[in-house]
């Protein structure tokens, strides 16, 4: 029978430079500097959010049944055998375990070295569990979650004392349908496992499962034509089949397009799409058959809520005659937007390029995320000059504190506003 050696966590104490710096950063000194940026920040964020860094890691594990739930309901599932054969055999052989959570930071899958599986029980690294950085602080998991991009954490860069004996490197999985967080994938074990290739490992695969996932899609897609363009072919005016992440697989009487901005909850009948107006939509194997309506002469949507209210996920509501659908804004097109909620009569190229850059040449930027701004938005936006359409009433939902104003932006015209009177 094979014997495995034994494995325990690093004794003796952490990396001492790393260990001052965080010492003095608990303790308010902010001289000793921070090992590495990303570190920098997220002890930043545990200072601010109270996390205790000597409390050991725990987290009330969720129930077999909605563990199960979540895999069922998850792509995650689908590029579980690459990961696996990816990452699994190698991190048994480097005495580490490989960790997949949800975009919650929840614990689905884990595999490994069957002792370092048993010492993860000590620090609550097992199936259930929450490994955000609000629960455990600093950690390849939650600063991945936090961050969106692959993060390594070693020893005592983690900010929970309990975790200095660990090391681990995570990354961020995107599902490419909708660019949407899917999960994390991450590698961890005792500190003495630590290998700076780690990071680049756990990276290659990440991107690889979304390859994956990107293949399957095409598959979908190609499916979706073949049922969808006999039955365009006997149809007259615009219509397009598209999948239900609004993904173009077939179009019949008008232009093509990548993707159809689809609303969060759609059902077959009528429906307002920003970009086609009135439409007739109707189910199909894998997706949605849209009519565009003979009578384009419907009343525009009246009304634009833009919320900012949040530190994240930013977005605008808006109103149309028959219903309302949300718009998921990236932190430009948030700034964009307010920029032109203050200057309802409208801004230049140039102007907004000021607001945002405070520099009036920076145009062709402004021109480019204006255009992909309009892709959802079309039926609000107007140009010569950029503008909210005439008769759109424009609320703006603002954070609790003016401070607080897409606090990571700084775009003169949400600087100004921070500290001014400037408020829509």
């Not at 994390?184 to 490992?201: E, K, R, W, Y």
């Amino acid at each position: 029978m094979e014997t495995r050696p034994a494995v325990r966590p690093a004794v003796g104490g952490p990396d001492r430079p790393v260990h001052r710096a965080r010492e003095a950063r608990l303790g308010g000194d902010r001289r000793v500097p921070a090992p590495r940026a990303e570190i920098d920040a997220s002890w930043e964020r545990m200072l601010r959010s109270g996390v205790d860094p000597e409390k050991s890691p725990e987290s009330e594990l969720l129930e077999a049944d909605e563990i199960e739930h979540r895999r069922r309901s998850t792509v995650l599932g689908e590029v579980m055998p690459l990961l696996r054969e990816g990452l699994a055999s190698i991190a048994d052989a480097a005495q580490q375990i490989l960790v997949v959570t949800d975009p919650e930071g929840r614990v689905l899958w884990r595999q490994g070295h069957p002792a370092v599986m048993r010492l993860a029980k000590d620090i609550c690294l097992e199936e259930g569990a929450a490994w955000s950085e609000t629960t455990t602080g600093t950690n390849a998991i939650g600063t991945s979650l936090a961050t969106r991009t692959p993060v390594q954490v070693h020893s005592a860069e983690h900010f929970v004392r309990a975790l200095h004996g660990w090391t681990c490197a995570a990354a961020p999985m995107r599902d490419p349908r909708d660019g949407r967080l899917i999960g994390i994938v991450d590698i961890s074990g005792p500190a003495s496992t630590f290998h700076p290739a780690t990071l680049a490992l756990v990276g290659s695969v990440a991107a690889l499962a979304e390859s994956e996932l990107r293949a399957r899609h095409l598959v979908a897609i190609e499916r979706l034509r073949s049922v969808a363009a006999p039955l365009l072919c006997r149809l007259e005016g615009g219509a397009m089949a598209v999948d239900t992440h609004g993904w173009l697989a077939a179009v019949s009487g008008m232009p093509p397009v990548d993707r159809l901005p689809l609303p969060k909850s759609l059902r077959p009948g009528p429906v307002w799409l920003a970009s086609l107006g009135m439409c007739q939509v109707e189910p199909l194997p894998g997706g949605w058959l849209v009519r565009v309506a003979e009578d384009r002469d419907e009343p525009s949507p009246r009304r634009v809520v833009l919320d900012l209210s949040r530190d994240r996920g930013f977005s605008a509501h808006v109103v149309g005659p028959v219903g309302t659908w949300t718009v998921r804004l990236s932190p430009r097109h948030a700034e964009l937007l307010y920029a032109l909620a203050l200057h309802r009569q409208g801004r230049t190229a140039s102007e907004l390029a000021q607001d945002l850059f405070g520099d009036p040449t920076r145009t062709v930027t402004v021109r480019a995320e204006i255009s992909r701004l309009r892709r959802s938005m079309a039926e609000v936006l107007s140009h010569r000059p950029y503008r909210f359409g005439e008769g759109v009433e424009v609320e703006v939902v603002h954070p609790d504190q003016p401070a607080d104003l897409l606090p990571r932006s700084t775009a003169p015209v949400v600087v100004r506003a921070r500290t001014s009177a400037e408020r829509v």
